[in-house]
């Protein structure tokens, strides 16, 4: 790649920052210059975010019918699945996919929210009655 | 600690390699990042299907995090100080007390606990490395490598991105030199890592990493079945270019860099031949940079209106392209 090509996108998810890239000069020496996002990359970093969000979104409605609990619109918000979040959790999958269910949910004692609500940045009043407080 | 240089901040590429070289220019080994980053044997390719990060198979550009520490112990001769914790609290004292007393550290977190990172960055990644070379009250002052300016870190996020659970979990660990060899002969090191990489590429005796492992991926994609999942299609193939590009890689999946480096070490050995070699890394790089942007396309598209074929094609070519790559670096290193 020739500095001339590095991509300089001005995308949206790089906030008007730069990243280091290394490429060569005219003369084939490499140069350590800076890009400011790339097109490619954009897209499919906003695939994986919009894929997120149709998640929690899906989630946002089931839990509004009782069907799942706050747990998993949270965890969709925070860009994680059942796996990541019960390894952030420190909590097996399991235990994390019966904390979906809405009556464990409403059971579950002050400690384990704390802990949700810790890791998903929100008090636990926000965490317990999601969606109605929204 | 005595004739420690003062941190300057200075914007790398890739977070660990970026560290790691600053950390060695505080002690008076000034190298360029992708020539520690050649020499500690960071570049590689991995395709692990069986193995699933948020339900997606590893696929890697660079040797796993932690392997550029241990590469500069290995091939440049530092001791590095490190350690892990259990206790959070004993984490933060040891690492106040070792600011003040005016050391420079390097620690692993996590980026979804770091607030200057932009939002859409925040996944749980737990291996960002970065540098805390000072403190005012209760703030750490951060130089981290791949943004352009310092920044300040609370100790209560920073607790928290140095102990979040998960994969690759940081643990609080926590790095810097002790000793560093100023006169330490590059020209062998750089030989013995270049073999050390070559060997890797070539002769891996698992099919899923080095060339073989970039086959492997291809014939992965090239049996995709378009009309059966496509959505799955195309978020599989945004995660390969995501982890391609993502959290800086230099661009190229580090091909870039690495040629970076072949030149410079074609200039140290005074070796025409890694110069061609880096040329041709150069190339290589360029073809997986069309790779990335035919599974972009490929990603952005409404209708099924790719060919996983192409797409196959293209990692293919990047294959063929290493091949040719390691094959001269094999030859004009035994001369």
């Given at each position: 790649?020739?500095?001339?090509?590095?991509?300089?996108?001005?995308?949206?998810?790089?906030?008007?920052?730069?990243?280091?890239?290394?490429?060569?000069?005219?003369?084939?020496?490499?140069?350590?210059?800076?890009?400011?996002?790339?097109?490619?990359?954009?897209?499919?970093?906003?695939?994986?975010?919009?894929?997120?969000?149709?998640?929690?979104r899906?989630?946002?409605?089931?839990?509004?019918?009782?069907?799942?609990?706050?747990?998993?619109?949270?965890?969709?918000?925070?860009?994680?699945d059942?796996?990541?979040?019960?390894?952030?959790?420190?909590?097996?999958?399991?235990?994390?996919?019966?904390?979906?269910?809405?009556?464990?949910?409403?059971?579950?004692?002050?400690?384990?929210?704390?802990?949700?609500?810790?890791?998903?940045?929100?008090?636990v009043?926000?965490?317990?009655?999601?969606?109605?407080g929204? | 600690?005595?004739?420690?240089n003062?941190?300057?901040?200075?914007?790398y590429?890739?977070?660990?390699?970026?560290?790691?070289?600053?950390?060695?220019?505080?002690?008076?080994?000034?190298?360029?990042?992708?020539?520690?980053?050649?020499?500690?044997?960071?570049?590689t390719?991995?395709?692990?299907?069986f193995?699933?990060?948020?339900?997606?198979?590893?696929?890697?550009?660079?040797?796993?995090?932690?392997?550029?520490?241990?590469?500069?112990?290995?091939n440049?001769?530092?001791?590095?100080?490190?350690?892990?914790?259990?206790?959070?609290?004993?984490?933060?004292?040891?690492?106040?007390?070792?600011?003040d007393?005016?050391?420079?550290v390097?620690?692993?977190?996590?980026?979804?606990?770091l607030?200057?990172?932009p939002?859409?960055?925040?996944?749980?990644?737990?291996?960002?490395?970065?540098?805390?070379?000072?403190?005012?009250?209760?703030?750490?002052?951060?130089?981290?490598?791949?943004?352009?300016?310092?920044?300040?870190?609370?100790?209560?996020?920073?607790?928290?991105?140095?102990?979040?659970?998960?994969?690759?979990?940081p643990?609080?660990?926590?790095?810097?030199?002790?000793?560093v060899?100023?006169?330490?002969?590059?020209?062998?090191?750089?030989?013995?890592?270049?073999?050390?990489?070559?060997?890797?590429?070539?002769?891996?005796?698992?099919?899923f990493?080095?060339?073989?492992?970039?086959?492997?991926?291809?014939?992965?994609?090239?049996?995709?079945n378009?009309?059966?999942?496509?959505?799955?299609?195309?978020?599989?193939?945004?995660?390969?270019?995501?982890?391609?590009?993502?959290?800086?890689?230099?661009g190229?999946?580090?091909?870039?860099m690495?040629?970076?480096?072949?030149?410079?070490?074609?200039?140290?050995?005074?070796?025409?031949h890694?110069?061609?070699?880096?040329?041709?890394?150069?190339?290589?790089?360029?073809?997986?940079?069309?790779?990335?942007?035919?599974?972009?396309?490929?990603?952005?598209?409404?209708?099924?209106?790719?060919?996983?074929?192409?797409?196959a094609?293209?990692?293919?070519?990047?294959?063929?392209?290493?091949?040719?790559?390691?094959?001269?670096?094999k030859?004009?290193?035994?001369?």
């Amino acid at each position: 790649m020739k500095i001339s090509e590095v991509p300089q996108d001005d995308t949206k998810t790089m906030h008007g920052e730069k990243k280091a890239v290394y490429a060569v000069d005219d003369q084939g020496r490499y140069m350590q210059t800076t890009t400011k996002g790339w097109e490619a990359e954009e897209i499919v970093l906003n695939q994986v975010i919009s894929e997120f969000e149709e998640k929690a979104r899906e989630a946002t409605i089931r839990a509004k019918n009782n069907e799942t609990s706050p747990i998993e619109y949270f965890m969709y918000k925070n860009w994680m699945d059942p796996l990541t979040l019960a390894q952030a959790m420190g909590l097996y999958r399991w235990q994390v996919k019966r904390h979906f269910k809405p009556g464990v949910f409403k059971k579950l004692d002050n400690k384990i929210l704390e802990a949700y609500a810790r890791l998903f940045k929100v008090s636990v009043d926000e965490l317990i009655n999601f969606p109605r407080g929204n | 600690m005595a004739g420690l240089n003062p941190l300057e901040h200075r914007q790398y590429a890739h977070c660990e390699s970026g560290v790691v070289t600053a950390l060695l220019r505080c002690h008076n080994l000034d190298l360029s990042e992708p020539m520690v980053f050649g020499i500690t044997g960071g570049l590689t390719f991995a395709y692990i299907p069986f193995i699933k990060m948020t339900n997606m198979p590893i696929v890697s550009y660079r040797m796993i995090p932690g392997s550029i520490i241990k590469g500069a112990v290995k091939n440049l001769d530092v001791r590095f100080n490190t350690k892990r914790y259990r206790d959070k609290e004993e984490a933060l004292a040891e690492l106040i007390v070792l600011v003040d007393q005016g050391e420079i550290v390097g620690l692993q977190t996590s980026v979804y606990w770091l607030p200057y990172f932009p939002p859409e960055m925040r996944f749980q990644f737990n291996a960002h490395n970065l540098i805390i070379y000072g403190r005012e009250g209760e703030e750490f002052l951060v130089s981290d490598p791949v943004f352009e300016h310092t920044v300040r870190i609370k100790a209560e996020d920073l607790q928290n991105a140095r102990f979040a659970r998960g994969t690759l979990a940081p643990k609080g660990f926590i790095y810097y030199p002790v000793l560093v060899n100023t006169c330490i002969d590059l020209r062998e090191a750089i030989r013995k890592s270049i073999k050390r990489t070559v060997h890797m590429m070539l002769y891996a005796p698992v099919p899923f990493i080095g060339i073989k492992g970039i086959h492997y991926l291809a014939r992965r994609i090239g049996r995709l079945n378009v009309h059966k999942d496509l959505r799955d299609i195309r978020l599989f193939l945004g995660h390969i270019v995501r982890m391609q590009e993502e959290i800086g890689t230099g661009g190229g999946g580090f091909r870039f860099m690495y040629a970076a480096f072949l030149q410079e070490a074609g200039h140290i050995l005074e070796s025409v031949h890694l110069g061609e070699a880096s040329r041709m890394m150069t190339e290589a790089g360029d073809m997986w940079r069309q790779f990335a942007l035919g599974c972009a396309k490929a990603c952005k598209s409404r209708t099924a209106d790719f060919d996983v074929e192409d797409i196959a094609r293209l990692v293919k070519k990047c294959a063929i392209q290493e091949k040719l790559v390691y094959s001269l670096l094999k030859t004009s290193l035994i001369q």
